[in-house]
């Protein structure tokens, strides 16, 4: 029965990771913390380097999860160390669909052909259509506006 705990609580933390990460994209990488994210927005040929500014995010969200383990390893309260799991996963998760087959950083897979994979890369292409802070959509990863899945032509005659 404890496994099933923990299992749920793993899942949890992943889902709820994808609102954390769309209210982090929407208000603080959009907002305050546009400085870091900026580059993120700017064309590949006018950056400088593999790595950007906006990787600096990795650690926030690290740290949490990390903080998770520690906390739930050395409390009684295990369960915690499932939530920074959940958060470890999530992280892999948008580490594998942003880094590697979105921006395609790492060429370890070209192109992922379903209708949902599809759906994303238009999302995440209409995120980055604009290259400054205000005004932005498709601030999540995983969960996608049902327009995202139509065909070009069909969005465009609607």
Not at 19 to 31: C, T
Not at 45 to 73: M, Q, W
Request: glycine letters at 6%; hydrophobic letters at 45%; aromatic letters at 18%.
């Amino acid at each position: 029965m404890q496994a099933l705990l923990y299992i749920f609580v793993t899942l949890a933390a992943v889902a709820a990771m994808e609102f954390v990460a769309w209210f982090a994209h929407k208000y603080l990488m959009h907002g305050a913390l546009w400085s870091w994210h900026e580059d993120h927005h700017k064309p590949h040929h006018e950056k400088h380097g593999f790595f950007e500014k906006n990787d600096r995010f990795f650690l926030v969200f690290a740290i949490p999860s990390a903080t998770c383990y520690i906390v739930g390893s050395a409390t009684p309260h295990f369960w915690v160390f499932f939530i920074g799991v959940g958060i470890s996963i999530y992280g892999l998760i948008y580490f594998l669909i942003h880094d590697v087959y979105i921006h395609q950083r790492f060429k370890w897979f070209r192109q992922l052909d379903s209708r949902y994979s599809r759906a994303i890369l238009r999302a995440h292409g209409a995120h980055h259509a604009r290259q400054t802070k205000e005004a932005g959509e498709s601030f999540g990863l995983l969960l996608v506006d049902g327009k995202y899945f139509r065909k070009r032509q069909e969005s465009k005659t609607q």
